[in-house]
Nanobody, 116 residues
Framework: QVQLVESGGGLVQAGGSLRLSCAAS????????IGWYRQAPGKQRELVAA???????NYPDSVKGRFTISRDNAKNTVYLQMNSLKPEDTAVYYC??????????WGQGTQVTVSS
């Protein structure tokens, strides 16, 4: 079993920055991919950023150039640096992890609110 604990959400003004953290713990596991989704009220959950076992990254156009995902293997932690935040970035951000066996795990979510 894997547990994911997110931190770093909050309220920020448009143009500001936040850094989210997601610490993974539990029984021995390998990571196929780890990253972040977000879900705004009334909208579908969307991928924000992901980093694979080969360290390749994936971002949607909506955050490309503003968000950066990074990973600290020693700490089993993934970070999401969010710059130039916009009100439309307001959402609950969820950390996810996929193991090679195909199972996926999710954090409890952290609220990010960007005021205009």
């Amino acid at each position: 079993q894997v547990q994911l604990v997110e931190s770093g959400g909050g309220l920020v003004q448009a143009g500001g920055s936040l850094r989210l953290s997601c610490a993974a713990s539990g029984s021995t596991f390998s990571i196929n991919a780890i990253g972040w989704y977000r879900q705004a009220p009334g909208k579908q959950r969307e991928l924000v950023a992901a980093i694979s076992s080969d360290r390749s990254t994936n971002y949607p156009d909506s955050v490309k150039g503003r968000f950066t995902i990074s990973r600290d293997n020693a700490k089993n932690t993934v970070y999401l640096q969010m710059n130039s935040l916009k009100p439309e970035d307001t959402a609950v951000y969820y950390c996810f992890l996929i193991v090679p066996e195909g199972m996926d795990y999710w954090g409890q979510g952290t609220q990010v609110t960007v005021s205009s």
